[in-house]
């Protein structure tokens, strides 16, 4: 589709999409979208688990085992990302594909099934040789040495923000704020966005048009956050509008800009 070619192209080297889909909703109503959907959302999310720890898993350990030489990029949207979340949960500190990495749109994934994966992740980290040192490489590679996933939440996103919160009884994850480790917005004028040379907290995508910055902590800057294993990403309205806002030009084009610049670093372009 359109999002694969514009990889495709950014990227200057082929492209292969998977498409991984399920059926969530159990029942059919009458109702109004809204209403409808919540009826079902502890089915969806149960579905969720049990596709994500069952095919899904299936799926990713495959590519791990047969395919670790390849750039290997896996999204999931909402219960899609809970899925994903699932299927990728186990092992996930121990993984070594340079090639892999994770990014779940405004998921429906909650504090309580995040926080030991995380807490995995930050150990496997901490113990690393790039972070005692040790191991001398750019910056660009340390970064990308322990980052595992990505999330990016729409803050206006009510499905998931509110929605998720009253079903559930706990916070997503993309409204953690203690877990957020930047902001993104989308500006109209490119050249009015960049920042200067100095700033290393800050960094465009998509011609300058998508502003994504690091969160600073007082006496530490950024540097903390930048090295999270596990960035969340706060989105402006800007950047999404409500929970089905994924993928708009704009924010295509500016993961379209990332993957490409992750293959292009691996290989060695």
Known sequence: DRFLASVEAKAGAPVRGLYVGWRGDSIDTPLAWEPSDFLTVWDR???SIAVGEGGLAQVVTMLREQHPERAVYMIGHSFGGSALFHAIKDGLAQEQLHGFEYFMLNPAVA???????EQALVAAWAASPVFSGAVSITAADALR???KVTVLQAQGDKA?????????RDTPIGFDRQRQTHRAKV???GDACRPSPADTCTATLADGRFVL???SIPGQGCVPMQQRP?????????????HNDI????QAEALADLLAQRWRQRAGR
Request: proline share 0%; glycine share 6%; charged share 20%.
């Open 45 to 47: 999310k149960n579905a």
């Open 160 to 168: 998931v923000g509110w929605g998720y919160r009253i079903a559930f």
């Open 213 to 215: 910055r690091a969160v």
């Open 111 to 117: 504090e309580r099934e995040f926080d030991a994966v």
């Open 145 to 147: 040495q322990h980052r």
């Open 187 to 189: 500006c109209n004028t």
């Open 247 to 250: 993928l708009n030009s704009i």
């Open 230 to 242: 596990v960035w969340v990403i706060a989105g402006e309205d800007s950047v999404s509008a409500n």
